[in-house]
Antibody
Framework: QVQLVESGGGVVQPGRSLRLSCAASGFIFSNYGLHWVRQAPGKNLEWLAVISHDGTRTHYADSVKGRFTVSRDNSKNTLFLQMNSLTYEDTAVYYC?????????????WGQGALVTVTS | DIQLTQSPSFLSASVGDRVTITCRASQGINTYLAWYQQKPGTAPKLLIYAASTLQNGVPSRFSGSGSGTEFTLTVTALQPEDFATYFCQQVRSYPLTFGGGTKVEIK
């Protein structure tokens, strides 16, 4: 069955960096564009980024453009999110949901999320 | 960016009630709309995609309708496990966006 396991979260000071990983299984990883979505405590869902199935194309939300970089390793079925210049507003649970099909499909599987806490 | 406005943001209902949640898009998105259910401490669960198609395994008491800019999620005969927060999402264009959520609580 489909599994998505986010890791790499933790407590970090403002201005520092963190790299999240998302290990995927149960589907043909290299066939899917993949996304990052976050949810701040008690807040709405926020889409952050997408990377195409082959890693050649990316899109970012304005809130993270220039600070976050999404990448993937199709040989290891793993998605990454490099987060630089973190601010308090980046405190959230980060998810790497799988779309049903193409780049314009909603997300049919989600992991448990990785909690990132930015605090001094 | 396409903004999604959900209403109401909070809804109090009883088991067995029929509830309707509305999602309005700031521009036409055809039927590129999905609905999710989220319970505290868990990831969202896809209920409906393409505005009205029920995701596999989702009970038939959930239904969606609409196209263009106005969409609705209806739950007929609300069950105890349906008390949760519901979000709409547009997948018409990047950046993908979500509605602000509707929390359905027990009256």
């Amino acid at each position: 069955q489909v599994q998505l396991v986010e890791s790499g979260g933790g407590v970090v000071q403002p201005g520092r960096s963190l790299r999240l990983s998302c290990a995927a299984s149960g589907f043909i990883f290299s066939n899917y564009g993949l996304h990052w979505v976050r949810q701040a405590p008690g807040k709405n869902l926020e889409w952050l980024a997408v990377i195409s199935h082959d890693g050649t194309r990316t899109h970012y939300a304005d809130s993270v453009k220039g600070r976050f970089t999404v990448s993937r390793d199709n040989s290891k079925n793993t998605l990454f999110l490099q987060m630089n210049s973190l601010t308090y507003e980046d405190t959230a649970v980060y998810y790497c949901p799988k779309p049903r099909g193409g780049d314009y499909d909603p997300f049919d599987f989600w992991g448990q999320g990785a909690l990132v806490t930015v605090t001094s | 960016d396409i903004q999604l406005t959900q209403s109401p943001s909070f809804l109090s209902a009883s088991v067995g009630d029929r509830v309707t949640i509305t999602c309005r898009a700031s521009q036409g998105i055809n039927t590129y709309l999905a609905w999710y259910q989220q319970k505290p401490g868990t990831a969202p669960k896809l209920l409906i995609y393409a505005a009205s198609t029920l995701q596999n395994g989702v009970p038939s008491r959930f239904s969606g309708s609409g196209s263009g800019t106005e969409f609705t999620l209806t739950v007929t005969a609300l069950q105890p496990e349906d008390f949760a927060t519901y979000f709409c999402q547009q997948v018409r264009s990047y950046p993908l966006t979500f509605g602000g959520g509707t929390k359905v609580e027990i009256k």
